[in-house]
């Protein structure tokens, strides 16, 4: 038998091609739905729910795992309980400081829904998740989000779907430098009374998210299913008896208030036996299911608009046969009734004090008809019992009758897998589900990508995380002036490179305003440098480097040099130079290699021995000139200032003694020959400051009037150049 290979992800190189999936809640299990993806330094949480089993601390997903800070953006798929109860707590409780998204139904239901949960939560002060004034202050901070429109949040595209279920439920298409992932939270895929089921997006994800709560079990038709409810519900009624159905106050409860509503308006027999509907939260909310008739499906909006063109103007969400109990204070209990209770669990609340109530009387029945989470009574009692214990700890006899219908709006497993086909992900992630139903829906969609290398399923546990590699090419548009022209190969496109977010574009300099939103700005550079030499040296070095030095004249008439069209030079003072350019990178490095010629020209050995040389114009008598012999005559003095009486003159330069060694100093070529190397080092270092002491840059002003008259005089040499060739 072979054995079975484990599921290895290959990691990249860089580690910003990673994403990484955690659940920091319902990972192989149906409660405190939380999950949190981190793709390029962007982190995205989804949905903050709490775990219908336990209550106070212990109802949270594992939220000291992971820190709730990096997180920019929070979704939340739709207002029940496991998925949005401790928002309140992240927001206000924790340092969370992301911003929060859900539909605009969500959010309308949203604060009644927690309120009731914090007045009904059975846990002391000590493990009160958090209090009134934390749900209103969280509420403010929630931005909505209408179906079918984009929002990008620091480089996240966020995109909300249809996902039925209930009312204002949303997948989300996410999608974080081109990776693209599907979060289905809770959907349904079957058409009802009033719900639109949820769509197929119309892009392809890389990533799809997706709940596996019924496993690879089948629902009942829903026809069947509701004939099955309204026969039972007549049945018990017919004996007598007393129907209860445990609902969520708000959901699928909406659905079962239609049906019951439908099938009372055909049967005039039963309109003697009253329908409650026990919850003061759905009361108040069912204004909510009122106003938003237009986010329902086709169903319920022509009824609505039927009723408005007959006058009755009758909103489908007001009831005639059906009444709210506000208490059970108000509740006649006598003869046979319905009773829609919340919570849906059987925790506590009036559907558990009428479970216990009734529970004794074989007359009477309990419908269960959504999802049972492990723990609870409704999964409890679905095992029928003989007894069952009481909130106050007393067991009582169970002899009613129980029976579990499957309205919950999730897909079952054949639906579910026809969607994921047809999302048509290469990693599928299964969250929300317990072991046993997750693990039979992997198997079975492994078995249908069997021999299928590029998709992935995945089913990871709370707080294990989940790697990704996603390699993606780097793409940049060309936009504005530079795309009026097709590119050809060969030719080097040239222009500044724009990346926004994720996205990156290369435009013209002249069009960063129009498409990028940027401001231009040219700086020019100035640089001060203090320089002693004289305009011949300076000319020397510069053109020893860079070629031709083109000469100018300045505004003030003073000559200044232009150093390959992108350096000037000019003498603002005496002993002065100041060094000007437009900053770019280019500019910059030709700056720096000036700037550097110009504080070595004076100490460079060239530079004697070009002042050793004649110049070829002719100088006025005005001239500050120093001549060879003078120079020469300066260098002697400093050395025999530093050296004393040691020093003699040869005719080469000079010999110096120091004790018993000598150092014989060549002026011609400033070369110091000597056997002991300490002296001629000591030597060598004083001839080199005598040079630079005694070249001065000779009141550079002062040869202003020489320099405009010789670039004149190239400037006539350069047209009868031009004369000769024409």
């Given at each position: 038998?072979?054995?079975r ?13 990673v ?7 319902a ?6 739905s939380c ?7 962007k ?22 795992e ?6 920019d ?10 998925h ?19 539909t ?34 969280s ?6 989000i209408?179906y079918?429109?984009?929002v990008?949040v ?12 209930v009312l204002g439920?949303?997948?989300?298409f ?64 017919r ?13 699928r ?5 239609l ?27 069912m ?6 008739i ?19 103007g009758?909103?489908?969400?007001i ?9 059970l204070?108000?509740?006649?209990d ?6 829609l ?7 506590n ?9 009734w529970?004794p009387?074989p007359?009477?029945?309990?419908l ?13 009692i ?9 909130l106050?700890g ?5 002899r ?8 919950a ?8 897998q ?31 990508y ?36 097709p590119?050809?190969?060969g ?17 013209a300099?002249?069009d ?15 640089q ?5 030499a ?21 505004e ?28 770019n990178v ?41 001549t060879?012999?003078l ?11 530093q ?16 004790d ?6 060549d ?10 190397e ?12 005598a ?5 001065p840059?000779?009141?550079?002003a ?25």
């Amino acid at each position: 038998m072979s054995k079975r290979k484990a599921e290895t992800v290959e990691i990249p190189v860089d580690p910003s091609d990673v994403l990484e999936f955690t659940n920091l809640g319902a990972g192989n299990e149906v409660g405190r739905s939380c999950h949190i993806i981190q793709f390029k330094d962007k982190t995205v949480m989804l949905d903050a729910g709490v775990h219908p089993a336990y209550t106070g601390l212990a109802a949270l997903p594992f939220y000291d795992e992971f820190d709730l800070s990096t997180v920019d953006v929070l979704l939340i798929s739709h207002f029940h309980l496991d998925h949005a109860a401790s928002l309140p707590y992240v927001m206000q409780k924790t340092n969370f400081r992301g911003r929060v998204f859900m539909t605009h139904p969500t959010k309308a239901i949203y604060k009644w829904l927690l309120s009731d949960f914090v007045r009904v939560s059975n846990v002391g002060p000590d493990d009160q998740l958090y209090e009134e004034k934390d749900l209103l202050a969280s509420y403010e901070k929630i931005e909505t989000i209408d179906y079918h429109s984009t929002v990008i949040v620091d480089g996240i595209k966020i995109t909300p779907y249809h996902a039925g279920h209930v009312l204002g439920a949303a997948m989300f298409f996410i999608e974080i430098a081109g990776v693209k992932i599907l979060f289905t939270g809770d959907y349904s895929r079957e058409e009802d009374r009033h719900l639109n089921v949820a769509e197929v997006p119309p892009e392809k994800p890389d990533i799809m998210i997706t709940e596996s709560t019924y496993g690879t079990a089948a629902h009942q038709p829903r026809e069947e299913k509701e004939n099955r409810l309204t026969h039972l519900i007549h049945s018990t009624l017919r004996r007598g008896g007393r129907a209860l159905l445990p609902v969520f106050a708000l959901g699928r409860a909406q659905e079962l208030l239609l049906i019951l509503e439908e099938y009372w308006t055909n049967h005039p027999e039963l309109h003697s036996v009253p329908i409650y509907y026990a919850s003061s939260l759905a009361r108040k909310c069912m204004a909510v299911y009122q106003t938003y008739i237009n986010m329902m499906n086709d169903n319920i909006r022509r009824k609505f608009r039927e009723g408005q063109e007959k006058g009755e103007g009758r909103n489908p969400f007001i009831f005639k046969h059906i009444q709210s109990l506000r208490s059970l204070e108000r509740f006649e209990d006598v003869g046979p009734c319905v009773m829609l209770a919340s919570p849906g669990m059987l925790q506590n609340g009036v559907s558990r004090e009428l479970l216990e109530r009734w529970c004794p009387d074989p007359r009477n029945s309990l419908l269960v008809t959504g999802y049972s989470v492990e723990g609870t009574m409704a999964k409890h009692i679905l095992n029928e019992p003989p007894e069952i214990q009481s909130l106050s700890g007393q067991a009582l006899p169970r002899r009613m009758q129980v029976e579990e219908l499957s309205f919950a709006a999730h897909v079952d497993g054949r639906q579910n897998q026809e969607f994921i086909h047809a999302i048509g992900a290469r990693h599928i992630i299964l969250v929300h589900g317990e072991q046993n139903n997750m693990g039979r829906l992997k198997s079975n969609l492994m078995s249908h990508y069997k021999g299928n290398d590029q998709v992935k399923i995945y089913n990871p546990r709370n707080c294990e995380p989940l790697q990704l590699p996603f390699r993606s090419d780097k793409i940049a548009k060309t936009i504005g002036s530079l795309a009026t022209k097709p590119p050809a190969n060969g030719v080097i496109l040239s222009g500044v490179l724009v990346q926004k977010d994720f996205g990156m574009s290369v435009m013209a300099a002249e069009d960063l305003r129009e498409f990028s939103g940027l401001v231009t700005s040219i700086v020019v550079e100035k640089q001060r440098v203090r320089f002693g030499a004289g305009v011949s040296l300076l000319v020397f070095h510069l053109e020893q480097m860079f070629g031709a030095v083109r000469k100018e004249l300045d505004e003030e008439k003073r000559p200044m040099f232009k150093v390959m069209d992108t350096v000037t030079i000019r003498c603002v003072e005496e002993y002065e130079l100041e060094i000007e350019w437009v900053g770019n990178v280019m500019n910059d490095s030709i700056a720096d290699a000036v700037l550097a010629i110009l504080l070595g020209v004076e100490s460079s050995p060239a530079s004697v021995k070009l002042t050793n040389q004649s110049c070829s114009h002719s100088h006025s008598p005005s001239h500050a000139h120093v001549t060879p012999a003078l120079r020469l005559e300066r260098i002697l003095m400093f050395l025999e200032a530093q050296f004393g009486g040691g020093l003699t003159s040869t005719d080469a330069g000079c010999d110096i003694m120091v004790d018993d060694h000598k150092a014989s100093v060549d002026l011609e070529t400033l070369e110091v020959e000597c056997g002991f190397e300490p002296l001629r080092s000591r030597v060598r270092a004083v001839l080199e400051r005598a040079v630079g002491t005694v070249a001065p840059f000779a009141r550079f002003a002062e040869e202003s009037d020489g320099d405009e008259e010789e670039v004149k005089q190239e400037e006539e040499e350069v047209k009868e150049e031009e004369g000769d060739t024409g």
